[in-house]
Nanobody, 117 residues
């Protein structure tokens, strides 16, 4: 069973930075797309950023220019560098992976990010 383990969340002041990590229990090359989603209290889970196995990235408009997603295939880890954080970035951040050869989708357990004003 594939496991995704997020880390790096915490409490930070507005304007600060955090880097989230998502460590996979298998080679991340097995995934076609990996991404980060977030869910604020009382809101639906939303897409934050994705990265393909070729390194192509996409971002939600709300985080463009502030967040950067990257991957390290040797470490089987995907990162989300978050700069210039805003209180509206607060939420639980989830790592997501879509298998290359099947329709399987995997989720991590989430890591809390809280941005104080």
């Amino acid at each position: 069973q594939v496991q995704l383990v997020e880390s790096g969340g915490g409490l930070v002041q507005a304007g600060g930075s955090l880097r989230l990590s998502c460590a996979a229990s298998t080679r991340i090359f097995n995934f076609n797309i990996m991404g980060w989603y977030r869910q604020a209290p009382g809101k639906q889970r939303e897409l934050v950023a994705t990265i393909t196995s070729f390194g192509t990235t996409t971002y939600a408009n709300s985080v463009k220019g502030r967040f950067a997603i990257s991957r390290d295939n040797a470490k089987n880890t995907v990162y989300l560098q978050m700069n210039s954080l805003k209180p509206e970035d607060t939420g639980v951040y989830y790592c997501n992976a879509r298998a290359r050869l099947t329709t399987d989708v995997f989720w991590g357990q989430g890591t809390q990010v809280t941005v104080s004003s």
